[in-house]
């Protein structure tokens, strides 16, 4: 049901109940995140990631920072999840906004010739945002955020009237580099050092980054992943999209959560299901999974290759967005530390921004990560038996060949050194705790 217009009052409540929301949460002990936001005049700066990864905290930090709550009055901050706002329209939503205005405009701006913040969470749900949002940032005197947890709405509507008015970045749960700063464990070298940074490795890679963990007991962490995963799997799954098969679609789900680290393919999702007893198509399927990329839940890579083509043909490798939350969630399936890890990695190099895929020579050799087309990256849980090194070695040397790269890099739990694979490819091993423990990931070109 589309609301009518509510009383000046009423929407200066819930403005009021919000900002005094984030400041709590800002009085809370936090961790800095890597990332982050440059002041931009008249672009909205776009924040995308999903739900509980900590976008509203960072957006706050960030206005902290810059002395946004150090000023006599409030800046502009609205949450859309919140069921006293109902279905907003964007009409309503531009009313809410020039209530704020009303209530607070003459502390800001021409008076004191300050700039104004005005953050809108989760902004996807109100139909036509952009267009309130591109008035907006033509003032100069505005900073404008918007957070959202789509990545194809938001993309959209950045594509169309929003292009060159808008920078867009990211949010992941916590990188390794955050979680060492986060149990403040020091940097340096030394063994104790060093092994206080793998035990924290193997407990994240079990648990997971989402933030809220760090601020209640172990014991309580599985209940809130699974609540986090209800309310991503029926607001931005179900909801979202309409899906009326809920059961096909929790089947679909659970058969991408066993494949984490592994190779698929829609032809093959599709007969698994219809033997499973579900009423199910490749086009269901293929909708599917680019639902669950949109909202951030998994994300397919695909084989690297020149020709669009064969990467649409072959079989795609499938990640999720937190190993605490795939655990969490998947029943009684466990996919192995070595899935586990290799998924831990792959999180580790998308939430920097790097482009990936897999390659996979004619005679079958693989290599896991193509970071950017430059760096080749195998990830193994441990090389102390032969066959596996062989293996890995093997594959990364028929990378290196085909890219012409003289050094590839093992990443493994422990095991740290360094090997000739021949006499022009130079194979280096590193344990990842050592080599995802600074903001910038080591070795990388």
């Known amino acids: 049901m589309i609301n009518s217009f509510k009383p000046n009052d009423y929407y200066a409540t819930i403005l009021a109940d919000q900002f005094d929301s984030l400041k709590q949460t800002l009085n809370e002990p936090l961790v800095v995140r890597n990332q982050k936001l440059s002041p931009s005049p008249r672009l909205a700066q776009i924040l995308i990631g999903v739900r509980r990864a900590g976008k509203s905290t960072f957006l706050g930090q960030t206005l902290f920072e810059e002395g946004y709550f150090d000023r006599a009055s409030p800046f502009f901050y609205l949450n859309l999840i919140d069921e006293r706002l109902g279905d907003l329209t964007v009409a309503e939503l531009g009313r ?232 969490a969630n998947s029943g009684s399936t466990f996919p192995g530390i070595g899935r586990l890890l290799e998924n831990f990695v792959f999180l580790e190099l998308r939430l920097r921004g790097h482009t990936l895929h897999y390659f996979q020579d004619k005679d079958g050799s693989e290599v896991d990560f193509v970071v950017d087309q430059k760096s080749l990256i195998q990830v193994c849980e441990r090389i102390d038996d032969p066959t596996t090194l062989d293996r890995e070695v093997r594959g990364l040397t028929a990378a290196m060949k085909r890219f012409d790269k003289k050094r590839g890099l093992i990443l493994t739990l422990e095991t740290e050194q360094e090997i000739q694979s021949d006499s022009k490819h130079r194979i280096d091993i590193m344990s990842v705790a050592e080599w995802a423990k600074s903001k910038e990931l080591a070795w990388l070109e």
């Open 96 to 327: 809410i906004t020039e209530v704020f205005t009303e209530k607070y405009g003459e502390t800001h701006g021409e008076k004191y010739g300050e700039t104004q913040a005005w953050v809108f969470d989760e902004i996807q749900v109100v139909p036509g945002w952009e267009v309130l949002i591109e008035r907006l940032t033509r003032n100069p005197k505005n900073r404008v955020f918007i957070t959202g947890s789509s990545a194809k709405m938001l993309s959209r509507e950045i594509a169309t009237s929003m292009r060159g008015r808008s920078l867009a970045s990211e949010i992941f749960p916590f990188s390794f580099a955050e979680m060492i700063k986060a149990k403040k464990i020091p940097a340096g070298v030394s063994t104790p050092q060093k092994s206080a940074r793998r035990r924290l490795l193997k407990k994240q890679l079990l648990e997971g980054g989402f933030p809220a963990l760090l601020t209640i007991p172990k014991i309580q962490h599985q209940k809130l992943l699974q609540q986090y995963f209800e309310t991503l799997f029926f607001r931005d799954l179900v909801e979202r999209n309409e899906f009326t098969d809920i059961h096909l679609l929790k089947a679909f789900v659970q058969l991408l959560m066993n494949q984490v680290s592994s190779y698929f393919s829609l032809n093959k999702m599709n007969e698994r299901l219809i033997a499973q007893g579900h009423t199910s198509s490749k086009v269901k399927v293929a909708e599917y999974l680019a639902s669950v990329e949109d909202c951030f839940l998994a994300f397919p890579v695909s084989l690297y290759s020149p020709s669009r083509q064969k990467q649409n043909v072959n079989p795609k490798k499938v990640y999720w967005i937190d190993n605490g939350l795939l655990l």
